[in-house]
């Protein structure tokens, strides 16, 4: 497949449980985001990685969430001790190239805590 | 990052030209309008992008007047599969990163 994957599709947590989302970006993509989007809003920014770099993490909701991208190609989202308030959909994103406006979206992973 | 404001819902019929507005009186010189479309379980998928006057291409046109400080993105001819939510970006396209900001968007019907 040429687009983004993002697996799995669908994670149910019990709350408390530690979750990880994985991400494939584009063979050759420089730039990778990871967006959160609840229900009936618009994605929101959580994190930015340049290759292996996460340059930009502001948009973390808090310490339990944590990304990475070792080599510079797969990406996981990382979210520890899972709260009600994280069920949403993950987006991750990739781009040929810092600052182009056009990023491909992988289908997301809608992630629910009970 | 400049603010943007776009209706929250608009219902068409098909076959006919769908008009969406976005106000972003904010906008900076460096800053770039981009329009996303997301479909209902899937990612934003990139429609178009520009700076100013008119820009074409085989999805939709977007239009920037002068000041810049609105743009309106124009579906011709629209079909039931056009039924999405269409987000107005606006942003430095030279900048680390890019971090694409997205607002509430606009959720368009379009009926039979």
């Known amino acids: 497949g040429a687009g983004v994957s993002q697996s799995p599709r669908y994670k149910v947590a019990k709350r408390g449980q530690d979750v990880a989302l994985r991400c494939d970006p584009i063979s050759g993509h420089v730039s990778l985001f990871w967006y959160q989007q609840a229900l009936g809003q618009g994605p929101e920014f959580l994190t930015y990685f340049q290759n292996e770099a996460q340059l930009d993490k502001s948009g973390l909701p808090s310490d339990r969430f944590f990304a990475e991208r070792p080599e510079g190609s797969v990406s996981t989202l990382k979210i520890q001790r899972t709260q009600q308030e994280d069920s949403a959909v993950y987006l991750c994103?990739?781009?040929?190239?810092?600052?182009?406006?056009?990023?491909?979206f992988g289908q997301g992973t809608r992630l629910t805590v009970v | 990052l400049a603010k943007t404001t776009q209706p929250i819902s608009m219902d068409s019929y098909e076959g006919q030209e769908v008009n969406i507005t976005c106000s972003h009186n904010n906008i900076a010189t460096n800053d770039y309008i981009t329009w996303y479309q997301q479909f209902p379980s899937q990612g934003p998928r990139f429609i178009i992008q520009g700076y100013k006057t008119k820009v074409t291409n085989e999805v939709a046109s977007l239009f920037i007047p002068a000041d810049r400080k609105s743009s309106t993105l124009s579906l011709p001819r629209v079909s039931l599969s056009d039924t999405a939510v269409y987000y107005c970006?606006?942003?430095?396209?030279?900048?680390?990163?890019?971090?694409?900001?997205f607002g509430g968007g606009t959720r368009v019907l379009v009926k039979p």
């Open positions: 970006l606006v942003g430095d396209i030279g900048a680390a990163g890019n971090k694409l900001t």
């Open positions: 994103a990739s781009s040929r190239r810092e600052g182009t406006p056009e990023a491909f």
